[in-house]
């Protein structure tokens, strides 16, 4: 089992910039892909972006896209993701998420392809 933690959220302007970070422990990181997902108040929990085990390649939810840059680095144990140009739709409880299988040959995007959760951290984007 891996576990998640999240940090980097906060309150920014709308066209601001923020990065989250998730540092993973308990398995072998470098195997699983990564994915960040979000929740905002009185919605379901939705994908934003994932990355391969490899960081070879990576998927974006189309809200998001060419703002959005998601990255990892597995000699830390961590994956990033780099948020500009915020819009306050943005706001939610983002979350990091572990792939269920290890060394997947396509970059998952549906929540049940994830079984580690992070607790979550706020974004709040002001207008």
């Known amino acids: 089992q891996v576990q998640l933690v999240e940090s980097g959220g906060g309150l920014v302007q709308a066209g601001g910039s923020l990065r989250l970070s998730c540092a993973a422990s308990?398995?072998?990181?470098?195997?699983?892909?990564m994915g960040w997902f979000r929740q905002a108040p009185g919605k379901e929990r939705e994908f934003v972006a994932a990355?391969?085990?490899?960081?070879?390649?990576?998927y974006y939810a189309d809200s998001v896209k060419g703002r959005f840059t998601i990255s990892r680095d597995n000699a830390k144990k961590t994956a990033y993701l780099q948020m500009n140009s915020l819009k306050p739709e943005d706001t939610a409880v983002y979350y990091c998420?572990?792939?269920?299988?290890?060394?997947?040959?396509?970059?998952?995007?549906?929540?049940?392809?994830?079984?580690?959760w992070g607790q979550g951290t706020q974004v709040t984007v002001s207008s």
């Open positions: 308990g398995r072998t990181f470098s195997s699983y892909a």
């Open positions: 990355i391969s085990w490899s960081g070879g390649s990576t």
């Open positions: 998420a572990g792939d269920r299988s290890r060394l997947r040959t396509i970059v998952p995007s549906a929540q049940g392809d994830f079984g580690s």
